[in-house]
């Protein structure tokens, strides 16, 4: 099962390029444990590591608890989600600009960083009032997943995720999306028939 869908399916497809902003897609049936059927998205990636947030593990804690001057900007459920297992304490900020604006409107806005497709990282000591000229909502999350050196490389091409572009609209999902499905029925085919793999295989 484990080489029908690593060897036969994903290393059959050409290897995106990865990049902040890119999406990882977990493998179908891949047993990782946190990772499972996450969505993850690339913020930051150097030659010593590659750091991303799992967009699609919706936490316990609602953001009125500890960060009630960001409420307004804040997507529905407006609760953290758990970004990964690394360092529980960081949050990390990703907001959608608004409609029409480009990178360019960052100039003057101190602390928020630009990925792709409408998609920036936020400092959180950036003034709220600045950030709602700009950005339309915004997710926190708790955590992050981190890989080491070339590490992700060596995930990828076993076959553990499918790298793929973002789209504004897969931050700020609402609960009750599947995200995991969701993205899979974008991609090119085969992937799309993937999209109904249950998380577990006894549910089938």
């Known amino acids: 099962m484990e080489d029908f869908f690593a060897d036969r399916l994903f290393r059959a497809l050409e290897l995106g390029d990865v990049h902040p902003g890119t999406l990882l897609l977990?493998?179908?049936g891949m047993d990782l444990d946190f990772r499972t059927?996450?969505?993850?998205?690339?913020?930051?990636?150097?030659?010593?590591?590659?750091?991303?947030?799992?967009?699609?593990?919706?936490?316990?804690?609602?953001?009125?608890?500890?960060?009630e001057h960001l409420v307004p900007l804040v997507a529905k459920p407006q609760a953290f989600y758990v970004g990964g297992e690394e360092?529980?304490?960081?949050?990390?900020?990703?907001?959608?600009?608004?409609?029409?604006?480009?990178?360019?409107?960052?100039?003057?806005?101190?602390?928020?960083?630009?990925?792709?497709?409408?998609?920036?990282?936020?400092?959180?000591?950036?003034?709220?009032e600045q950030l709602q000229d700009i950005v339309e909502?915004?997710?926190?999350?708790?955590?992050?997943?981190?890989?080491?050196?070339?590490?992700?490389?060596?995930?990828?091409?076993?076959?553990?995720?499918?790298?793929?572009?973002?789209?504004?609209?897969d931050i700020i999902a609402p609960g009750a999306v599947d995200l995991w499905a969701e993205v899979l029925r974008r991609q090119p085919m085969p992937l799309p028939l993937f999209a109904t793999f249950p998380a577990d295989l006894e549910d089938n």
């Open 26 to 28: 977990a493998a179908p």
């Open 137 to 169: 909502s915004v997710r926190l999350f708790a955590g992050f997943i981190e890989w080491q050196g070339n590490d992700l490389a060596e995930e990828l091409g076993q076959g553990y995720w499918y790298a793929t572009p973002a789209l504004a609209s």
């Open 87 to 128: 360092n529980r304490d960081s949050i990390v900020a990703l907001g959608v600009l608004k409609a029409g604006l480009t990178p360019a409107a960052l100039a003057e806005v101190p602390f928020v960083r630009y990925l792709d497709h409408r998609i920036v990282v936020i400092d959180l000591r950036t003034p709220i």
């Open 37 to 67: 059927r996450s969505v993850v998205m690339v913020v930051e990636q150097t030659a010593e590591h590659t750091l991303g947030v799992a967009l699609n593990m919706r936490g316990d804690i609602a953001v009125a608890n500890v960060m």
